[in-house]
């Protein structure tokens, strides 16, 4: 048992709020079962005063999308001096920038599917037909769309008809002003955690996705029932030990910290190929990593309890 005072991070102001808050009464609750104070604060203009006044003894992030995701968060902890859970905020803006960290990911060789960056104003210049034309012409379809930065699968949009393409470039430029259109590959959906302990970043189980649309959206993702999960996904033993080599190298080269969830899509012929990387997992009842701690044999209370302690001992050595 511990007497450690922690503050849960949950909320803010981006799309995912909601989805942010379920995931901090759980991870709170995890958390006090192990025996740790916890108080759930959202991430708003009484933080500071907050941390200031309480001095938590360290503080673990449980905000998705925007500042939770993107380093700004983390830059104001460190600023305050206040240990938190996660990723420094120089490598939570790699990670969020998603053409960013597929290059990073490509520069050294590592799969991921073909991409193009289009923002906004792209359309507006050049002639948005112009432009989804040439687009068709140079790619193929199908095509994912999504936006350059964000998560829960918000204005991504599966495009396997030219015809479909305007309109799903509309949706997905409401959520941000810069589409990433990938070439769609075809197979199983597969997402990786990885978590640090004292020997290091580890894989655990690959959890298997199968939406019953066939895309894992945001109602595929968070509402009961349209999914089903597999964990340890339904993998030969070396492609499950591809993919979880490709979730901690992504790890390693974007220079994450204690604990990320990479997505990969492997294909028939068993190659893992990077979609993206999440350094702040979610953790509601259908989420993923709650599902591969299970399947490791450990609990969620258990491995943040234990990244508490490191972001403790960190900081007192810095």
């Not at 003894?57 to 968060?73: K, P, R, S, Y």
Request: charged residues 25%; hydrophobic residues 45%; negative net charge.
């Amino acid at each position: 048992m511990s007497d450690r005072f922690v503050a849960v991070l949950a909320g803010g102001l981006s799309h995912e709020r909601e989805v942010s808050l379920r995931s901090g009464r759980r991870l709170s609750a995890a958390l006090r079962a192990h025996g740790m104070t916890v108080a759930e604060w959202d991430a708003d203009s009484h933080l500071l005063e907050r941390l200031r006044a309480e001095r938590p003894d360290a503080v673990v992030i449980a905000l998705h999308g925007g500042e939770g995701e993107n380093g700004a968060v983390q830059s104001v902890l460190d600023i305050v001096g206040v240990p938190y859970v996660g990723t420094d905020p120089r490598a939570c803006r790699r990670a969020w920038d998603k053409p960013t960290a597929k290059a990073e990911l490509d520069r050294v060789g590592l799969s991921t599917p073909d991409w193009v960056v289009l923002p906004h104003t792209t359309f507006r210049e050049l002639g948005a037909r112009a432009v989804l034309d040439a687009l068709v012409a140079r790619m193929g379809l199908p095509l994912m769309l999504k936006p350059d930065q964000g998560g829960s699968a918000l204005g991504a949009h599966v495009v396997r008809d030219a015809g479909e393409l305007p309109a799903a470039m509309v949706g997905c430029l409401s959520y941000g002003d810069t589409v990433l259109v990938e070439r769609l590959v075809e197979g199983v959906e597969v997402a990786v955690a990885v978590v640090e302990d004292e020997n290091g970043p580890r894989a655990l189980p690959a959890v298997e996705i199968v939406p019953e649309s066939g895309v894992y959206d945001y109602e595929a993702r968070y509402v009961a029932g349209p999914t089903t999960y597999h964990a340890p996904a339904r993998l030969d033993e070396g492609t499950a030990r591809a993919v979880g080599e490709l979730a901690v190298a992504a790890h390693r080269l974007l220079g994450l910290r204690d604990v990320s969830r990479t997505d990969a899509i492997v294909t028939p012929n068993g190659q893992a190929h990077f979609l993206e990387v999440n350094v702040s997992p979610g953790l509601t009842e259908t989420s993923l990593l709650p599902m591969a701690f299970e399947a490791a044999g450990t609990s969620l209370g258990e491995v943040y309890a234990g990244l508490v302690e490191r972001a403790i001992t960190r900081a007192s050595r810095s």
